[in-house]
């Protein structure tokens, strides 16, 4: 279980869900994510993040 926030995007991990939050700060508490990926094959060790060219995670 994970999360990391950077430019108003949160990211979140947890049973094999990557949820993701754009613009999260202008949303109510307990809003749904924007998408949601689901992969128990990929999703199943250490979660890596990074930052591309447009400021984005």
Same mark, same amino acid.
């Given at each position: 279980?994970?999360?990391? =926030?950077?430019?108003?995007? @949160?990211? =979140?991990?947890? #049973?094999?869900? @990557?949820?993701?939050?754009?613009?999260?700060?202008?949303? /109510?508490?307990? /809003?749904?994510? #924007? *998408?949601? @990926?689901?992969?128990?094959?990929? *999703?199943?060790?250490?979660s890596h993040h990074t930052v591309v060219d447009k400021n984005? @995670?």
């Open positions: 279980m994970g999360t990391f =926030a950077k430019n108003n995007q @949160l990211i =979140a991990y947890r #049973d094999y869900r @990557l949820m993701v939050w754009n613009d999260y700060t202008n949303k /109510a508490s307990g /809003a749904s994510a #924007d *998408f949601t @990926l689901i992969d128990k094959h990929i *999703f199943r060790g250490w984005r @995670l």
